[in-house]
């Protein structure tokens, strides 16, 4: 076809001339000019250019008009299209129809895109398809549908059917039957709807109807609007009959007066202006402004009413509210009701905040909740309850049930039934309470009463408080009786004394200030006592003190006991403070605690510890074991088996130490002995202080011998003088009284008082020597010292060297004090240092430095480098190669100085020399002192030659007379007696007492005068001048002369003065010329103060300073200074200030300063203050400063400033300085203050010019404040500062800023840069470059940058970049930056925040935030970040409306009424959708709500979601009420709240919990966790992991439960699982229901099996038969159909209708029965015997059979023998009687007794208690606590006796046989142990033994002294060899150490593995009770408790306590074995 259409065309262009036409196909006929017909069949084309491609029977008659295909089309207009289709018609030109058929178009450019039947007749009009179509006028369009016609121009309907648009600008979206009656009036969709209005709008919905200008129906149906700008949101049958109102939906709602809103709900009704119905039904709002948010059958009567929701709530009153409830009233002036039902306030300024039929009768009054609340006092308040009343003004019930305050200033915080009956009473809460007295307290509790003032109860019950001040805190029947008496608590105690206290606890009493803490039954039978706690604690006297405890008691008076039990204190003032059986056995006596701590003495005190004495009065034992104090005053501070035997012995720790000294101490460590009086161990071990009053602090081995010694320490010390010292070391001796060595090595001391510090290798060899430490260092004589170092000895007496190396002393009373090979040989001298330095002169000193020496006594050097002293007291003061050579004279430093006079001195210097006696060189070079007395201080070569001169420095400088003195300088001489000359170059002195102070060349020749400095100066008068200084200067006549200073001036009168300057004169009587050049002063009393070639020439004429100035002889005249200036004759009483070339011409005239200014002679009373060329011409007028100013105004005035000028004829002109500024002529009372350029134009009177540069005031009134360049040319205009500002307007103001310009009438700019304010009224506040247009009038921007209005009454409040558009009038933005207001939005509002927009916005507001946007009518952001209100979910979609934000971030209203209440990044995309906060929620379904929460989703249409996070509401109707990960997805389903549920079924429900499912239609969960209802039907009520899984199935809580079958149910409990159908669990541990009707009503893992089984109850219970029964107790089976059993444990009937009962009873036949009814077990089992049969198991005689008594023998079924340790079974062990026996070896036998042990094979306990037999074949045959444990061993009987070794024997009381082969008789009665130490011994320990009554032990007295004489030799024999032993065991101690040390780590690891075990009991014992309730089941099995605590406190508990369990827990299993 392509090819062939390219040849037609091809052709065409061919055959142009020729006017041929192109065909192909079949009979087509192509006529026009260069037409085609490309194919078909029966076209015709009749004119030029047209073209046919295709079809057949086509037809063209217009002008290059193509026909695509189709048939029976024509196309008649030029250049018009039918594409396709088949009988379409295009008449016009450029029109087009795309296809379908029987279509037509009558215009121009008009298309049809398809459909049938279809007619465009308007220009450029469209149809888009459909069918029955008609597109009647310009522009207009219809994009489909079926019988819609558009009638007038630019219309469109989107498609439907049967719609009608008749107005310019009318659109129909879709939909049927609407119609468009007003311009441009829009209906979106839905049908039947109508807008009769301009711009109107109805969104949707049907049969709508709006009358309204710019009113809006969003959609709904049958609604109506006549009002302007009125809105119906949707909903059905609203009315709206005002304007500006708004329904938001709903149906029935009414509105009638103008700015009214209803939010939703239906059959409202608003009467009042601005009123609002948020919601609910039935509403009415009639007051004005009144309120209600929502309900049912509320009314707002009262203006400014609220009611906030709820139903039938009434508010009557103006500004009265009710938030919400139902039937509340608000009857009165400003009342409130917050909600609840059916509360009311009948008074002013009340409230009811909520609850249910509570009401308020007075005013200021208060309800705040709960029901039937009453309040009838004035300020009364009830804040919640039931019931409650407050009848007293100011009374208060806070909550409860049924309270009354009868009385003000009363409160009753909450309770029941409480009562106040008295005012400023208080009770907060409690049951039943009562005060019946003022300013009494309950604070809860319950029956409790109050009878005393300012009494108190605080909790419990039936308390009274029936003193004044009393009060009770709690607890049960407590009575507090007396004032003060207080009971913090307990039960039945009594506070029955003034004061007294009781603390709590049960039972106690309290006397007289007594106070008891608590505790249990403690009694006190005098006053001022103190019962702490515990219980059955006792005191019988005052002032006693009982801590807690138990039966712990006191009988003296003050006596006190802590706590602890079974402690008593018998003496006054004793105490105990705990511990258990611990006694304080006489006055002031203390036990602090501890077990069987015994004080028996006065003042004797044992702080702790056990089996502690005290026998001694005042004697100590602080803690410890088996500590003893014998001795009066003595101490034993703890350790073990310590002793003082002494008065006043302390031993402070350790163990087995001893003190048998008075006064003795062993702070420590083990085997010290302090023997001696006073002697004291600080610890170590094996020390020994042997004398009195010796010390030794710790360390080993160390011996004192003498008194007073003392070893502070170390290892192996001996002290053998009196009050001698080792503080440490090893090997160290001190054998001299009063010596010491204070550590180190192998240092000995010999000598009485002799020291050694330490070191190693040191000897002290002589009385008082000292050696501080060191090495090998001697001091040898009496009172020697070295100070440390190595290798130095002293040698004589009263020497010391303090340290250094290889010092020598020779000589006594010398001191060398470091340094190195330094020798001293002078008596008393010393040597501090330094290297080499040899001191040979007696208490001579050489004080550091090298090679120096000192020769003469008293003589010293102090450092340097080869100083030589030898005069006598000679001082040498370091330096180098110093001499100093005569007595007492000194040389302190320098190089090569030399004192050679007696007494002299040189300080330094080089080569300086001091021959006179007591003559001083201080420095300096090369200078002298070579008379006496004479000083020369510093400088060089100076000389002092006189008696008592001095030079003070400087350079050749002599001082040549007496008395003379040269203080510095350069060649100075001095001649005169006393004279001084104090530096400078050259000067003289030749007379007495003159001075020269300096200078150079000066020269005095006269009596005492003075030159101070200068140079040159010269005195020749008679006396007392003076010249100051200066050169060249001269007194040449006149004495008391001056010249202070200057050059070359002279004076020539007395009393005259130069004070300085140069050449200056002063030559009249008393002149004066006070400084300055070439001044004179003529006159008498005439004065030149300063300057230059000044002339003062007149009596009392006077120039200040200046230059060249002439005071020509005014009288009086003066002239400050300056230069030039001039006074004339004239110019009397005139002044000159300063300045130069001044002519002052006026009389009074003055002129301050500056240059060339003159005052005319017009100037009279003129000035001019400074400044210069100014002019001042004018009467009174002044000049203040400036430069050529000009001021020829009267009383004007120009302060300052350069070139201003102050024009003529006029008064009161003012210049304040600047310059070239101008008040012109005529400006009368105008001023500039100040700037440059600035100017007042002539005749702008009262204007003003602060200062600046070039601005000008040209307005009358106008005033520019400051600034640059300003122009205020508007009548009292006014610019405030800055430059480039232009206040051009009338009263116009421009306050500061740069290029700032208030163009407008009273418009206003507040400063900052480049604004424009140009409407009227307008206003810039500030900032920068911000703009109001010139058309903006009453526009603003309050400051910030770059701010731009250009609406009418628009403002932007500051901020940045912010914008308001073009006619967006009546805008707002308050602030922010670059926010933006665009074209056309009025009405809107940005009130902040950054990057916001409010764009195509009316009545919208952005409250602030950042990047929030607007797009739509009636919509907000009320803050927040990102925040949208208008956008859908694309940034082009189309605006919404009534959209709204209240803040938070990245929120959007994407659709019309859409909210979101905050929170950050929520999402409303369904129209009518909300979210009220919260953080990533989204609302995608038609009125969906969430509430709050984050990252919520509804999705469903009124989907709701409450709050919470992740949830989602999927399904339609849907609702999450909160909680967390959350789903509804099912419609109508519903989560209320709780985390991770999920309701996917249809009507589900999941209320609350966490992690529930409702997946089955109708399935219920209501709480708990990972529930679960999958079925139809199905409900878990609660509980963890229920799974209700079988229709009908229901659980009520507990914890893994399963309801499988149909209408299965389980009640509570634990992992219980009914699987059948009707099966049930009510509860219980794992029971399992699987037979179908079966049931287990509760217990722990009990089974129901069998068809309408049952079990009742207990543990491990079976019911496995069909209608079998357990009834209920532990290990129960019901095996048999129709099987029972009873209750009680392991009982089992097997057989058919068998019964068992009891314990271990067995029915396994059929029809048997088995009752095992032993009182305490009886055996294992009792066996059913045969079908048929009845069994009775029971005690002896109590078994029957038939009425005949069977015998019956039955061990206890508390002993175990049925298996051994590790669970084998025993089958030859034997248990005889007895309980809680135990065997666990083959062949055992326990005969009976209580908790007896046969632990091996063969092993025997005949009986008693707590016997045990561990070995094989040991034999206990009773007693109490007897072990035998070894092989063969016996214990015969006895108490706590132990046979231990192999055939060892045992018997009496603490017998110990611990060898084999031996035998131990305990018969001692102090209760000592009885030991074997050897095998085959036989030890009988007993006071007497006795054969035929013979004494065996007994001897006459020569044989006992014998044995006594034989143990003394044999004891020094054996100390003898002990202490050859010594020196070897010495040798060892380092290895011992060692060994005692890895010792001491093996304890440690010891200690370590012991707290293992105590944490391992611990734990066993945390165990033992988790498994307390396995144990307590077991216990039936034959396991005793003391196996399993045996088991659980084992070394190896973990693995025990297994195998115990196992043990335990076996028995059952063997029970089931049987069954099966």
């Known amino acids: 076809m392509s090819a062939m259409l390219r040849a037609l065309a091809v052709g065409c262009v061919v ?147 049967a719609s009608y648009s008749y107005r310019w600008y009318g659109t129909i979206g879709g939909g049927h039957n609407h119609y468009v009656y007003g311009y441009a009036g829009t209906v979106s969709g839905g049908y039947a709807n109508s807008v009769y209005s301009s711009w109107g709008v109805v969104g949707g919905g049907w049969y709508n109807h709006d009358h309204g200008t710019w009113s809006h129906i969003g959609g709904g149906h049958d609604n109506y609007i006549s009002g302007t700008a009125a809105t119906v949101g949707g909903g059905q049958s609203n009315r709206i009959y005002s304007s500006w109102s708004t329904i938001g939906g709903g149906w029935y709602s009414f509105i009638y007066s103008a700015y009214s809103t209803v939010g939703g709900g239906h059959q409202h009704w608003i009467y009042a202006y601005a009123s609002t119905i948020g919601g609910g039904m039935y509403n009415s709002a009639k007051g004005y402004m009144s309120r209600i948010g929502g309900g049912q059958y509320n009314r707002a009567l009262g203006s400014y009413s609220n009611v906030g929701g709820g139903y039938w709530n009434y508010v009557y009153k103006e500004r009265s509210q009710v938030s919400g409830g139902q039937y509340n009233y608000a009857s009165s002036y400003c009342a409130t009701v917050g909600g609840g039902g059916y509360n009311g306030v009948y008074s002013s300024y009340s409230v009811v905040g909520g609850g249910q039929s509570n009401y308020v009768y007075n005013s200021h009054a208060m309800i705040g909740g709960g029901s039937g609340n009453r309040v009838y006092g004035y300020n009364g308040g009830v804040h919640g309850g039931i019931s409650n009343s407050a009848y007293g003004s100011h009374s208060t019930v806070g909550g409860g049930w049924n309270n009354r305050v009868y009385n003000s200033y009363t409160t009753i915080g909450g309770g029941y039934t409480n009562n106040v009956y008295s005012g400023s009473a208080t009770l907060t809460g409690g049951e039943s309470n009562y005060v019946y007295a003022s300013h009494g307290l309950v604070l809860s509790g319950g029956w409790n009463r109050v009878y005393a003032y300012s009494a108190t109860i605080d909790g419990g019950t039936y308390n009274t408080a029936g003193g004044s001040w009393s009060s009770v805190l709690g607890g049960f029947s407590n009575y507090a009786t007396a004032s003060w008496g207080h009971i913090s608590g307990g039960y039945n105690n009594y506070a029955g004394g003034e004061s007294s206290t009781v603390g709590g606890g049960s039972s106690n009493i309290a006397q007289y200030h007594g106070y008891i803490g608590g505790g249990a039954s403690n009694e006190m039978y005098d006053s001022y006592s103190v019962i702490a706690g515990g219980y059955d604690n006792i005191i019988y006297t005052e002032h006693a003190r009982i801590g807690g405890g138990r039966l712990n008691y006191i009988y003296g008076y003050s006596d006190s006991i802590g706590g602890g039990g079974y402690n008593t204190a018998y003496g006054s003032w004793s105490s105990v403070h705990g511990g258990f059986s611990n006694i304080a056995g006489t006055s002031w006596s203390v036990v602090g605690g501890g077990y069987d701590n015994a004080a028996y003495a006065t003042w004797s005190w044992i702080g702790g510890g056990f089996y502690n004495r005290a026998y001694g009065p005042w004697s100590t034992v602080a803690g410890g074991y088996a500590n003893s104090v014998y001795s009066y005053s003595g101490t034993i501070s703890g350790g073990r088996s310590n002793s003082v035997y002494a008065s006043w012995g302390t031993v402070l720790g350790g163990y087995v130490n001893r003190v048998y000294g008075t006064y003795g101490t062993v702070s420590g460590g083990y085997v010290n002995w302090a023997t001696g009086t006073g ?60 010596s010491t060595i204070t550590g180190g090595a192998e240092n000995l001391v010999t000598g009485s008082y002799s020291t050694v510090n330490g070191g190693q290798y040191n000897l002290a060899l002589s009385q008082a020597a000292t050696v501080r430490g060191g090495l090998a260092n001697e001091a040898r004589n009496y009172v020697t010292l070295v100070g440390g170092g190595r290798y130095n000895t002293v040698y004589s007496s009263y020497s010391t060297i303090s340290g250094g190396e290889g010092n020598v002393v020779y000589y006594s009373h010398s001191l060398l004090t470091a340094g190195y090979g330094n020798y001293l040989a002078g008596y008393g001298s010393v040597i501090t240092g330094g290297y080499e330095n040899y001191g040979a002169g007696t208490h001579s000193t050489l004080v550091g430095g090298t090679y120096n020496s000192v020769y003469s006594p008293y003589s010293n050097v102090q450092g340097g480098y080869s100083n030589v002293a030898s005069g006598y007291a000679a001082a040498l003061h370091g330096g180098y190669n110093n001499v100093v050579s005569d007595e007492y004279a000194t040389v302190t430093g320098g190089v090569t100085n030399t004192a050679s006079g007696e007494s002299s001195t040189v300080t330094g210097g080089d080569s300086n020399t001091a021959t006179g006696e007591y003559a001083t060189v201080t420095g300096g070079t090369d200078n002298r002192a070579l008379a006496d007395a004479a000083t020369v201080t510093g400088g060089v070569a100076g000389a002092a030659l006189g008696y008592a001169s001095s030079v003070s420095g400087g350079y050749d400088n002599t001082a040549a007379t007496k008395r003379s003195n040269v203080v510095g300088g350069i060649s100075n001489y001095v001649g005169g007696y006393a004279a001084t000359v104090s530096g400078g170059h050259s000067n003289s002195v030749y007379a007495p007492y003159s001075v020269v102070s300096g200078g150079d060349s000066n020269r005095v020749a006269g009596y005492a005068h003075t030159i101070v400095g200068g140079v040159s100066n010269t005195i020749v008068t008679d006396s007392y001048s003076y010249i100051g200084g200066g050169s060249g200067n001269e007194i040449s006549d006149g004495s008391y002369a001056s010249i202070v200073g200057g050059v070359a001036n002279e004076v020539s009168a007395t009393y005259a003065s130069v004070g300085g300057g140069g050449y200056n004169v002063a030559s009249g009587s008393a002149a004066t010329t006070s400084g300055g050049f070439y001044n004179e002063a003529a006159g008498s009393y005439a004065t030149v103060v300063g300057g230059y070639q000044n002339t003062a020439s007149g009596s009392y004429s006077s120039v200040g300073g200046g230059y060249s100035n002439k005071n020509a002889g005014g009288s009086y005249a003066m002239i400050g200074g300056g230069y030039g200036n001039s006074a004339t004759s004239a110019a009397s009483w005139s002044g000159i200030v300063g300045g130069k070339g001044h002519v002052n011409a006026g009389a009074y005239a003055i002129v301050g300063g500056g240059a060339d200014h003159e005052v005319t002679s017009a100037g009279t009373y003129g000035a001019v203050a400074g400044g210069s060329g100014n002019t001042v011409a004018g009467t009174y007028s002044t000049i203040v400063g400036g430069k050529d100013n000009s001021n020829a105004g009267s009383y004007s005035t120009i302060v300052g400033g350069l070139s201003n000028v102050v024009g003529p004829s006029l008064s009161g002109g003012y210049i304040g300085g600047g310059s070239y500024n101008l008040v012109a002529e005529d400006a009368e009372y105008s001023a500039v203050l100040g700037g440059s350029g600035n100017t007042v134009g002539e005749g702008a009177s009262y204007a003003i010019v602060v200062g600046g540069l070039a601005n000008t005031a040209s307005g009358p009134l106008a005033a520019v404040i400051g600034g640059n360049y300003q122009l205020a040319t508007g009548y009292a205009s006014a610019i405030g500062g800055g430059s480039y500002n232009g206040a051009l307007g009338s009263w116009s103001r421009v306050t500061g800023g740069e290029s700032n310009t208030a163009g407008g009438a009273w418009s206003t700019v507040g400063g900052g840069e480049a604004h424009s304010a140009g409407g009227a009224w307008s206003r810039v506040s500030g900032g920068y470059g911000n703009t109001v247009t010139s058309g903006s009038s009453y526009s603003g921007v309050g400051g910030g940058q770059e701010n731009y209005v250009s609406g009418s009454w628009s403002s932007v409040g500051g901020g940045y970049a912010n914008t308001v558009g073009e006619d967006s009038d009546w805008s707002l933005i308050a602030g922010g930056a670059l926010n933006e207001v665009t074209d056309g939005s009025a009405y809107t509002s940005v009130l902040g925040g950054m990057y916001n927009t409010a764009a195509d916005s009316s009545y919208s507001t952005i409250d602030g935030g950042y990047n929030n946007r607007l797009h739509g009518d009636h919509s907000s952001v009320n803050g927040g970040t990102a925040n949208s209100a208008g956008w859908g979910d694309s940034s082009d979609s189309d605006p919404v409306a009534y959209a709204h934000v209240t803040g938070g971030n990245g929120n959007a209203a994407g659709a019309d009424y859409a909210g979101v209440g905050g929170g950050h990044w929520n999402t409303v995309l369904g129209s009518y959708g909300h979210v009220n906060g919260g953080d990533s929620n989204i609302v995608y379904g038609q009125g969906g709500t969430i509430s709050g929460g984050f990252h919520n989703s509804a999705y469903g249409t009124q989907a709701h979601v409450s709050g919470g996070y992740y949830n989602a509401a999927f399904g339609d109707y849907a609702v999450v009420q909160g909680g967390s990960f959350s789903e509804a997805s099912g419609d109508y389903s519903s989560v209320q709240g709780g985390t991770s549920h999920v309701a996917s079924g249809t009507n589900s429900l999941v209320n609350g919990g966490h992690a529930n499912v409702g997946t089955g239609e109708g399935g219920h969960v209501s709480g708990g966790m990972y529930n679960t209802a999958s079925a139809d039907s199905a409900y878990a009520g609660g509980g963890y992991q ?335 060899e002990l202490k050859s032993l010594l020196d070897q065991q010495a040798k060892t101690m380092a290895e011992q150490d060692k060994l005692l040390h890895q010792l001491a780590l093996t304890l440690e690891a010891y200690s370590a593995q012991l707290e293992e075990h105590s944490a391992a009991a611990a734990a066993a014992a945390e165990g033992a009770a988790a498994t307390a309730e396995t144990t307590a089941a077991c216990e039936g099995d034959g396991v005793p408790p003391e196996l399993i605590s045996r088991l659980l406190f084992s070394t190896t508990t973990t693995l025990l306590l297994i195998d115990a369990t196992a043990l335990l827990c076996e028995s059952r299993e063997r029970r089931l074995g049987l069954l099966s």
């Open 15 to 161: 055959a142009v001339a020729g006017a041929q036409t192109q065909s192909a196909g079949y009979n087509n006929g192509a006529y026009g000019y260069c037409s085609v017909a490309a194919g078909g069949s029966t076209h015709r084309v009749y004119r030029a250019y047209a073209t046919v491609r295709g079809g057949y029977y086509n037809f063209i008659y217009g002008y290059g008009a193509t026909i695509g295909g189709g048939m029976y089309n024509t196309d008649g207009g030029s250049w018009s299209t039918v594409s396709g289709g088949w009988y379409n018609h295009a008449f016009a030109p450029h029109s087009t129809i795309a296809g379908g058929h029987w279509n037509w178009i009558y215009s121009y450019a008009a298309t049809i895109g398809g459909g049938m039947y279809n007619s465009a007749y308007g220009s450029w009009s469209t149809v888009g398809g459909g069918w029955y179509v008609k597109s009647m006028s310009t522009w207009s369009a219809i994009g489909g549908g079926w019988s819609s016609n558009a009638y007038s121009q630019s219309q469109f309907i989107g498609g439907g059917y």
């Open 679 to 738: 002697s004291t161990v600080g610890g170590g071990y094996t020390n020994s202080v042997l004398d009195d009053w010796g010390t030794i602090s710790g360390g080993t081995s160390n011996t004192v011998y003498a008194e007073r010694d003392t070893i502070t320490g170390g290892s192996s010390n001996y002290v053998y003088a009196y009050a001698a010292t080792i503080t440490g070391g090893w090997d160290n001796t001190a054998k001299g009284s009063y």
């Open 1586 to 1920: 229920n799974t209700a899984k079988g229709d009908f199935s229901f659980i009520m809580g507990g914890n893994g439960n399963t309801a499988a079958g149909y209408a299965a149910g389980a009640v509570g409990g634990y992992q219980n699982f009914a699987s059948n159908y009707y099966a049930f669990i009510g509860g219980g541990y794992q029971n399992v229901a699987s037979g179908y009707l079966s049931v287990v009503s509760g217990g722990w893992q009990n089974e129901a099996g069998g068809w309408g089984s049952g079990v009742g109850g207990g543990f491990q219970n079976s019911a496995l038969g069909e209608n079998s029964g357990v009834l209920g107790g532990y290990g129960n089976i019901a095996g048999g159909d129709l099987a029972f059993v009873a209750g009680g444990y392991a009982n089992t009937a097997a057989g058919t209708n068998s019964f068992a009962a009891g314990s271990y009873a067995v029915a396994s036949d059929d029809y048997s029965a088995v009752l095992n009814f032993y009182k305490d077990g009886g055996p294992e089992y009792c066996q059913s015997m045969g079908d048929y049969t009845v069994n009775f198991c029971g005690v002896a005689g109590g078994v029957m059979n038939n009425g005949v008594t069977l015998p019956i023998n039955m061990v206890d079924m508390t002993n175990l023998w049925r298996r051994d340790i590790n669970g084998a079974v025993l089958y030859y062990a034997t248990i005889v009687g007895g309980q809680l026996n135990t065997v666990h070896k083959e062949y055992a036998t326990v005969i009976g007794g209580y908790n007896n042990y046969a632990a091996a094979e063969a092993s025997y306990v005949g009986g008693g208690f707590k016997n045990k037999a561990y070995s094989n074949y040991a034999s206990v045959l009773g007693g109490f606590m007897n072990q035998a444990s070894g092989r063969f061993a016996t214990v015969l009987g006895g108490s706590r006796n132990y046979a231990r070794g192999r055939f060892s024997f045992a018997t009496g009381y603490m017998a110990d046989a611990t060898k084999d082969n031996s035998a131990a008789f305990g018969f001692k009665s102090d209760g000592e142990k009885c030991t074997t130490r050897q095998e085959n011994e036989v030890a009988v320990c007993a006071d007497v033994v006795t054969i035929n009554g013979v004494d065996v032990l007994g001897m006459k007295d020569d044989s006992r002294r014998k044995l006594v004489v034989d143990a003394v030799e044999s004891n020094a024999k054996e100390t003898m």
